[in-house]
DNA sequence: AATGCGGGGAC
DNA sequence: GTCCCAGCATT
């Protein structure tokens, strides 16, 4: 097919290293995939970026080499390495997928789509790309950056995530047999490098004859998607609670729900009526302190505003149950969401 | 089919 | 500020 094989030569002139790929072609240049590592970084990817995933990729392979190590380690120590990653219900289900793949199949992954998709954080994407990736698999893989070029290719007008099957079609139609996982990291490479959102660089794709959305000229308002609600904005108070030695008082967070199984310093709950100055909401009683500053945080579907407040206390003083100290020289490797460390950061005077 | 779920970079 | 990112689980 002349698209498909237009695209490979694209990506062996314009192959890209990352830490956790292979050279082009696996049947030049003999390098195998390590399945492990295809599975680590697909899971990172979700949602999120190359260049923010690179140090964590590193972080994790360097504590955990091999997927019988990650599958050892407890699943505290897992939630702290991932912190400020996001989207934690990824690491829990990435422990759990790890313990299973090593009692149930051995330590290696199933090559087939279909028993990828039954192990947790892994659906149809990530099926998809560890089968094409890591075993040469031919599977159609969909992604943010396949939806876009390839909408773009077919013309395809239809609005998402109703139009996905569709895409799904082509991508199949496109995907060769002989080297599924390199042609699908080439549609995402193109996406991610030329076929951008905004502004493509149409001039240099490898695509530009063949792109029925470019004749048309609709393109750049492809793929159609459903428009975005306004996010709320909650409001909340902080607590942070200091010992004489530096250290502050920590919870863990409940298991479902928002930064569920995380650490964090205790909060009042948050709501869009939500006073910031009722101590009624305070864990313990203290001598309260208000920090000049407001800790500002965009979830997903709302915004943030924490009201930080602070108080000293001495080395006798008593915690809730389920609360701990954590001293300076441990604060930093602790479970905290990125929202938590903005608390803990914010100047108290 | 909708909704909940983080965080950061580009514009 | 908005948009998007190598999406998944749940309802």
């Given at each position: 097919?002349?698209?498909?094989t237009?695209l490979?030569h694209?990506?062996?002139?314009n192959?890209?290293?990352?830490?956790?790929?292979?050279p082009?072609?696996p049947?030049?240049?003999?390098a195998?995939?390590?399945p492990y590592h295809?599975?680590?970084?697909?899971?990172?990817l979700q949602?999120t970026?190359?260049?923010?995933?690179k140090?964590?990729?590193?972080?994790f392979?360097?504590l955990?080499p091999?997927?019988?190590?990650?599958?050892?380690?407890?699943?505290?120590e897992?939630?702290?390495a991932?912190a400020?990653?996001?989207?934690?219900?990824?690491?829990?289900?990435l422990?759990?997928?790890?313990?299973?793949?090593?009692?149930?199949y051995?330590?290696r992954?199933?090559?087939?789509?279909h028993?990828?998709q039954?192990?947790?954080?892994i659906g149809p994407?990530?099926a998809?790309?560890?089968?094409s990736?890591?075993?040469?698999q031919?599977?159609a893989v969909v992604?943010?950056?396949?939806?876009?070029?390839?909408?773009r290719?077919?013309a395809i007008?239809?609005?998402?995530p109703?139009?996905?099957?569709?895409i799904?079609?082509?991508?199949a139609?496109?995907?060769?047999h002989?080297r599924p996982g390199?042609?699908?990291?080439a549609?995402?490479?193109l996406?991610?490098?030329?076929?951008?959102?905004r502004?493509?660089?149409c001039?240099?794709?490898?695509w530009?004859?063949l792109?029925?959305g470019r004749?048309?000229?609709i393109?750049?308002?492809?793929?159609?998607?459903?428009?975005k609600?306004?996010?709320?904005t909650?409001?909340?108070?902080?607590f942070?609670?200091?010992?004489e030695?530096g250290a502050?008082a920590?919870?863990?967070?409940?298991d479902?729900?928002?930064?569920a199984?995380?650490?964090?310093?205790?909060?009042?709950?948050?709501?869009e009526?939500?006073k910031?100055?009722d101590?009624g909401?305070?864990?313990?009683?203290a001598d309260?302190?208000?920090?000049?500053?407001?800790v500002?945080?965009?979830?997903t579907?709302?915004?943030l505003?924490?009201?930080?407040?602070?108080t000293?206390?001495?080395a006798?003083?008593?915690?809730?149950?389920?609360y701990?100290?954590?001293?300076?020289?441990t604060l930093?490797g602790?479970?905290?969401?990125?929202?938590?460390r903005?608390?803990?950061?914010t100047?108290?005077?």
């Open positions: 097919m002349q698209a498909t237009a490979l694209w990506y062996d002139r192959f890209r290293t990352l830490p956790w790929r292979t082009p072609n049947e030049l240049s003999g195998k995939p390590n295809v599975w680590l970084s697909e899971i990172m949602q970026t190359v260049a923010t995933v140090t964590y990729f590193i972080k392979t360097d955990w091999r997927l019988e190590n990650l599958a050892e380690a407890e699943e505290e897992v939630l702290k991932w400020g990653l996001g989207y934690y219900s990824r690491a829990r289900n422990h759990r997928c790890a313990k299973i793949v090593l009692r149930d051995n330590g992954f199933p090559e087939e789509e028993k990828l039954q192990l947790p954080g994407y990530t998809a790309a560890i089968s990736i890591a075993f040469n031919h599977a992604d943010g950056n396949v939806e876009r070029v390839i909408s290719l077919r007008t239809d609005r998402l109703g139009a996905k099957p569709v799904k079609s082509h991508m139609a496109l995907t060769p002989e390199d042609f699908a990291q549609v995402m490479d996406g991610a490098t030329v076929c951008t959102p502004s493509p660089a001039t240099i794709c490898p530009v004859d792109c029925e004749k048309q000229g393109h750049e308002s492809l793929p159609r998607k459903a428009p609600r306004v996010k709320p909650r409001k909340g108070m902080a942070v609670i200091a010992r030695d502050i920590l919870r863990r967070r409940p479902k729900g928002l930064l199984g995380m650490s964090e310093p205790p909060t009042s709950q948050w709501s009526d939500m910031q100055d101590l909401q305070a864990p313990v009683k309260w302190s208000l920090a000049p500053s407001t500002k945080h965009t979830f579907h709302f915004h505003e924490l009201a930080v407040w602070h000293q206390v001495d006798a003083f008593p915690l809730p149950e389920g701990w100290w954590s001293v300076p020289e930093e602790e479970a905290l969401p990125t929202v938590m903005k608390v803990l950061k100047p108290l005077a």
